[in-house]
């Protein structure tokens, strides 16, 4: 069995695999193959494969939560295997009762590493909320540790990026409720830009392209109503004052 795969240069018959593997090997999954969990918007890059080990969820704060924690492993019959693309980490271990899956969404990761042992390395993840992942695999590591980290780090700058675009919006919204539509309209390039920034740092990955860009596209339409109101504002403003000095010769 190859314990770490480069789908992206071609090695892709792994997502394909299914079955107990027969009398003298152990298959993948039991329900359904990889591929079938890959969305449209995400690109596979690596499956990293064991036997038996399956992969174990930890709390890094020291807090307990039984429900989320604890070893998962598969079945004889069956392995396991992370599933790394350009927008998660998809952890599956095959079991005849039922495959067990966990998603590790790229954009959620703060640290992705490699651990050494005696006969095993071991893939480590962390996450924003305190959870870590670790997949032991005999396999080499290193171009998967390197991909995460930089595609994590891609994520985390597009992310910030929607965060304070959305922090300006709100800004906006309160703004044109208390009449300020001068501030509003001061703001709205503002936002643009930023979310210009957010995509171009997104492009660098396909999955986080799609899913930035259908954001993205979500703020701005917001951006374009309140822009709309502010200028109908704005001249009803305009009409009022001319009105006024009509008025007043």
């Known amino acids: 069995m190859k314990h770490v795969i480069d789908v992206a240069n071609g090695d892709a018959q792994v997502l394909t695999e299914t ?7 152990r ?14 918007a995400e690109t596979p ?8 080990r399956g992969f174990t969820v930890e ?8 429900d989320r924690t604890g070893r998962i492993t598969p079945d004889g019959d069956h392995s396991a295997a992370a599933l790394v693309t350009d927008a998660r980490v998809l952890l599956a271990v095959g079991r005849a009762e039922g495959d067990r899956t966990r998603s590790v969404p790229l954009a959620e ?5 490699t651990e050494a042992g005696l006969l095993n390395g071991t893939l480590v993840v962390d996450t924003v909320e305190g959870l870590q992942y670790r997949v032991p695999s005999r396999g080499d590591l290193a171009a998967v540790r390197e991909f995460l980290d930089a595609a994590a780090g891609v994520w985390s700058r597009a992310e910030r990026g929607l965060e304070r675009a959305e922090e300006t919006l709100e800004k906006v919204e309160h703004a044109f409720e208390a009449g300020d539509v001068d501030v509003v309209l001061a703001e709205v390039g503002d936002v643009r830009q930023t979310l210009a920034a957010a995509e171009e740092t997104a492009s660098a990955l ?3 392209a799609a899913s930035v860009g259908d954001r993205a596209d979500r703020y701005r339409e917001r951006l374009a109503g309140y822009e ?10 305009a009409r009022e004052r001319g009105h006024t000095r009509w008025e007043d010769e």
């Open 19 to 25: 079955g107990d593997g027969g009398l003298i090997g």
């Open 27 to 40: 298959g993948l999954l039991h329900d359904r193959p990889l591929a079938e969990y890959v969305e449209p």
């Open 45 to 52: 890059r690596f499956v990293v494969r064991n036997r038996k």
């Open 59 to 66: 709390r890094t704060d020291g807090t307990g939560d039984g």
């Open 109 to 113: 990761v703060v640290d992705a590493r």
């Open 206 to 208: 396909d999955g986080a």
């Open 228 to 237: 709309r109101r502010a200028y109908a504002e704005q001249a009803e403003q």
